[in-house]
């Protein structure tokens, strides 16, 4: 099983155990849900379909997320303090964009062992690392190997299954890091419908599979009727306090069946 990242030019869908969904808001021929025979081709980013007028997209050299107008990023003094929970500004200081595939879970640790320890540790000595003891195979990370590399570097770990909502504002409430596994298609692409899992409901298709690692920085209810999930996500090239909606966040998180991976902050 490995994780999906964003990347401009590289098969958004490579690695064991996730296959390639239909994109949620045109439908497009992502892979034809009707054969079942046979594995799905790995979705290249210029599949995607513009949902304004449908054209195809190119995100060709200069990578640009579709609907990322629609994903503001967090701004301390346009929320009330008394309404955040976590800390997303001071998170955002250490967010970067990672650069190797497949790499958002290296991604996401690298982030959170620079904000819980202050240590920075490269891209590349984290995947080597990883890679060399079986943690990462070159496409992705494996959801049980999440962590490992925190605790490596001496950041006790903690894998929680069917995570509640609660349980992850608590870990951000008293101060500790959260890695969840989510899919990326339902926060990244504009107008998808929550309700509209079609190619879940098809028989030998698992296609509402996580394809994503992300942490999730803050909860920001400034707003009670829209409250917002912040998170640092490094496969996104705007990713740095980005904002999610609480319900797409949660749909999304589902796909992983709520996969929480809390990184405790290490004591004085």
């Known amino acids: 099983m490995t994780w999906n990242t964003y990347d401009g030019g590289s098969n958004a869908y490579d690695g ?3 296959e ?7 439908g497009g021929d992502l892979f034809d849900p009707t054969d079942l025979t046979g594995t799905p081709d790995p979705v290249e980013w210029t599949d995607f379909l513009d949902p304004h007028d449908g054209a195809e997209i190119d995100h060709g050299d200069a990578p640009a997320l579709v609907g990322a107008a629609d994903l503001p990023n ?12 976590g800390d997303p500004g001071g998170a955002m200081g250490v967010w970067h964009q990672h650069t190797g595939e497949g790499g958002c879970a290296i991604g996401a640790q690298g982030m959170v ?6 240590e920075r540790v490269s891209e590349e000595q984290l995947t080597a690392e990883a890679a060399a003891r079986g943690w990462f195979d070159g496409a992705g990370t494996s959801p049980d190997a999440v962590g490992n590399l925190l605790e490596l570097h001496g950041v006790r770990v903690d894998h929680t299954e069917g995570a509640s909502l609660a349980q992850l504002q608590e870990v951000l409430s008293r101060g500790d890091a959260a890695i969840v596994g989510l899919d990326a298609d339902e926060i990244w692409a504009p107008g998808h419908d929550l309700a509209d899992d079609t190619v879940g409901d098809l028989p030998g298709i698992p ?3 996580a394809n994503h690692a ?10 009670p009727a829209r409250p917002m999930v912040v998170l640092n996500d490094s496969g996104h090239p705007d990713g740095q306090g980005l904002m999610v909606p609480l319900d797409e966040f949660m749909d999304a998180w589902q796909d992983s069946g709520n996969l929480l991976v809390t990184a405790e902050r290490p004591e004085a």
Do not use: I, K, N, R
Not at 214 to 223: K, P
């Open 207 to 209: 296609g509402q599979d």
């Open 16 to 18: 064991e155990g996730f």
């Open 74 to 85: 967090y701004v301390s003094a346009h929320s009330d303090p008394h309404a955040v929970v």
């Open 113 to 118: 062992l620079e904000y819980l320890t202050g």
């Open 20 to 26: 390639p969904a239909m994109d949620p808001v045109s």
């Open 214 to 223: 992300v942490w999730v920085t803050g909860f920001d209810h400034s707003d």
